[in-house]
């Protein structure tokens, strides 16, 4: 398809979303974002880690665990379980949850993100696949919550290390950034979000875009 359509311009999500595709005529890479009216700033006081997104093996729900008995937090997880990963779930996650520092409350809506964001010490997003944009991360920084994240896929750009949070490498590391997240400041961290990833300067991006290509010659096939 990329090859009988070289000339079609593209726009990636990310640099890193670019890697395993063929040579095609990227354009610029837009990252997502959100409505700075659709998560407000929550102060940390909840006192615990929170992993959101999906039981998958990809998505680190293991590793998330294995972080928090090291750090000794509690781990609040709000994730769902596809039917493509239950056996997954059966076999290597539900025995972790019994533990007195987990908590499994399973899926929750758009509507309840802001407490369970806001009132996270930090979220940890220990994934390991190559994910072109990790949506949660900015939903984290959006409620001014440092994120731990592996150093995989889009992480090293859409995070700014010491700053909306902590980029490691694997759980030792995490643990011991568990340890410094007290030094982050959730102020910063919700200037950086509304700064980079407000659905405003999303949009500004592409029309940036947009205008660059319209004022360019019509090609060849747009012609015919």
């Known amino acids: 398809f990329y090859s009988a359509f070289s000339d079609l311009p593209l726009i990636s999500l990310s640099n890193h979303q670019r890697k395993p595709m063929p040579p095609v005529n990227w354009v610029n890479t837009v990252y997502h974002g959100l409505p700075t009216t659709s998560l407000r700033?929550?102060?940390?006081?909840?006192?615990?880690?929170?992993?959101?997104?999906?039981?998958?093996?990809?998505?680190?729900?293991?590793?998330?665990?294995?972080?928090?008995?090291?750090?000794?937090?509690?781990?609040?997880?709000?994730?769902?379980?596809?039917?493509?990963?239950?056996?997954?779930?059966?076999?290597?996650?539900?025995?972790?949850?019994?533990?007195?520092?987990?908590?499994?409350?399973?899926?929750?809506?758009?509507?309840?993100?802001?407490?369970?964001?806001?009132?996270?010490?930090?979220?940890?997003?220990?994934?390991?696949?190559?994910?072109?944009?990790?949506?949660v991360m900015i939903e984290s920084m959006a409620c001014g919550t440092p994120v731990i994240a592996f150093n995989c896929g889009s992480v090293p750009e859409v995070m700014e290390d010491g700053v909306t949070g902590f980029v490691v490498n694997n759980v030792d590391e995490a643990a011991a950034a568990v340890e410094k997240i007290d030094t982050l400041d959730r102020d910063a961290i919700r200037a950086a979000f509304e700064k980079r990833f407000s659905s405003e300067r999303m949009a500004q991006n592409y029309l940036e875009v947009y205008d660059r290509l319209m004022a360019q010659p019509a090609s060849a096939l747009a012609a015919e």
């Open 41 to 135: 700033k929550g102060d940390g006081s909840g006192g615990y880690l929170a992993f959101l997104g999906r039981i998958s093996p990809e998505k680190g729900p293991e590793q998330a665990i294995e972080i928090a008995k090291r750090s000794g937090l509690k781990l609040k997880i709000a994730a769902k379980v596809d039917n493509a990963d239950r056996e997954y779930y059966e076999t290597r996650i539900k025995h972790l949850l019994d533990h007195p520092l987990i908590d499994f409350i399973g899926e929750i809506g758009d509507d309840r993100k802001n407490e369970f964001l806001g009132n996270a010490s930090a979220l940890l997003f220990p994934i390991c696949w190559p994910e072109p944009f990790g949506l």
